[in-house]
């Protein structure tokens, strides 16, 4: 029978109407598959929201294409986090992109993905040029070679559990070591409301990191508020401001979300009381 299934944040309720599909506990966190009347199948870890099959465009698209319409080159991409598949998948909607990898700590979030939620990540499970590492994304940062990423994506979870260490500067000084000249670094920002404090401080930490790093605004609907925000750095110039025509051609018409245009209004729609913290 369907019941609500609902995240708690700060004395408000984000739920989803449905029933539970799996419920269980890896080594690392508790994962609950869901089917829900509104948006399918969704997955949650440790109680919040992580995507939904009628949602994950809104997050997918906007987290991947910046980054890699932005990129001088775009043939290695790393994925840190992703157990969905679905920026894999994003990513690999790209010709130019050669090799991804791709490291997720949990590996049972792969495999109940790929068993209850296969469409989200689609054919990138299958693609020769996809490598999944089951693995502490954080030390493959600390461990791999210098400038030998195009592009470095961050689709992790909020920053508590095993996420924590995705949001700290000695982790973004590797994702700035590991990029070639040319390249962007993107990441998952919170939500601007939900989690104010974290979202400017992510970003003030991001500018000084790299030379440049700006937020781009959007919506999840059924995250906390609703609001949410991904943060884009890179060094010399803000490349991710520019999408390289050809290829925003080519991977816009398969998009439902994202497109230059959505882009530019995402980036400009900063909020006053965010661009005065920011200073």
């Known amino acids: 029978m369907s019941s609500w299934i609902d995240e708690e944040h700060c004395g408000v309720r984000y739920g989803l109407k449905g029933e539970t599909l799996v419920e269980e506990t890896s080594a690392f966190q508790q994962i609950r598959v869901i089917r829900s009347e509104r948006y399918g199948r969704g997955l949650l870890l440790d109680g919040c929201w992580m995507t939904a099959e009628q949602q994950e465009r809104h997050y997918h698209e906007a987290l991947v294409h910046p980054a890699l319409c932005g990129a001088a080159s775009i043939e290695r991409v790393l994925v840190i986090g992703g157990g969905d598949g679905g920026t894999a998948r994003e990513c690999l909607r790209h010709p130019d992109v050669q090799h991804l990898d791709m490291v997720e700590i949990d590996g049972r979030v792969v495999e109940l993905s790929q068993e209850h939620l296969p469409g989200i990540g689609g054919s990138a499970w299958n693609d020769p040029r996809f490598q999944l590492t089951v693995g502490d994304g954080i030390a493959w940062a ?53 989690f104010r404090d974290v979202h400017i401080a992510m970003v003030r930490l991001l500018r000084e990191v790299f030379d440049h790093a700006d937020p781009l605004y959007g919506w999840v609907p059924m995250y906390p508020s609703g609001w949410w925000s991904w943060t884009f750095a890179a060094m010399g110039t803000p490349r991710y401001r520019m999408p390289d025509p050809k290829r925003a051609e080519m991977i816009g018409e398969g998009c439902e979300i994202w497109s230059p245009r959505w882009q530019r209004g995402g980036m400009d729609a900063m909020p006053a009381f965010i661009e005065r913290e920011l200073g």
Do not use: I, K, M, W
């Open 142 to 194: 600390a461990n791999a070679p210098d400038q030998s990423y195009d592009v470095v994506l961050v689709d992790g979870s909020d920053p508590a559990g095993p996420a924590e260490g995705l949001f700290n500067r000695p982790f973004f000084e590797h994702c700035r070591r590991l990029l070639r000249p040319g390249g962007v670094f993107g990441t998952q920002s919170e939500s601007p409301e939900a």
